[in-house]
């Protein structure tokens, strides 16, 4: 059923600006909403896929048109000529849509990163936060073991330093990273 009826009075002081409209026009309108108004509103409903706001939308602008070209319209004939302009505005009405950049829902975060991606670039600064509070000996030692996955061997041979003082610096780097996580809000399970 029919919503809620377009307001004559409101088309007739809005159109071009006009301030009203010959009794005959009026009556022609009034006419050609109450022989036309619904099955229009349904086929344009179709033809909209269902959305009802863009169907009274289109009925409303084709009943302004119809208005316009009063003195060309019957309200026995009109049926045809309403349809084709109705069928024509949603074309237009859907290549508008199509013409525009498509819009973003309300949270583009959300669209755009999983939940295990944005827990992982958390959890990177929160590490690197915390990085930054250890002496450098023993930043310098996590760097090399854990992001460039060198072994003690290894990290001694660069460092210039023996096998034991790595592992000992090591020991004691996660120790103070361990503290520096639970500083900042993170505790190991």
């Not at 939940?115 to 992982?120: C, I, S």
């Not at 003690?152 to 503290?179: C, H, K, Q």
Request: hydrophobic content about 45%; charged content about 30%.
């Amino acid at each position: 059923m029919f919503a809620h009826r377009l307001n004559i009075r409101l088309v007739r002081s809005v159109v071009l600006g006009m301030r009203g409209i010959r009794t005959e026009d009026e009556r022609l309108l009034r006419a050609l909403y109450a022989s036309h108004a619904r099955p229009l509103l349904a086929y344009v409903q179709r033809l909209a896929g269902g959305d009802r706001q863009l169907a009274e939308d289109i009925v409303q602008e084709t009943l302004l048109r119809a208005w316009q070209h009063a003195g060309d319209l019957t309200v026995e004939l009109a049926r045809p000529w309403l349809f084709t302009v109705a069928r024509r505005l949603i074309i237009d009405a859907d290549r508008g849509r199509r013409a525009r950049p498509q819009q973003t829902g309300a949270d583009p975060v959300e669209e755009s990163a999983t939940p295990d991606e944005l827990d992982a670039a958390l959890d990177a600064c929160l590490v690197a936060d915390a990085l930054g509070a250890l002496t450098p000996a023993h930043r310098e030692v996590i760097v090399e073991g854990f992001y460039r996955g060198r072994s003690t061997r290894e990290i001694a041979a660069r460092l210039n330093i023996p096998d034991g003082t790595v592992r000992s610096r090591m020991f004691y780097a996660l120790r103070a990273l361990r503290l520096a996580l639970a500083e900042r809000g993170v505790h190991s399970p």
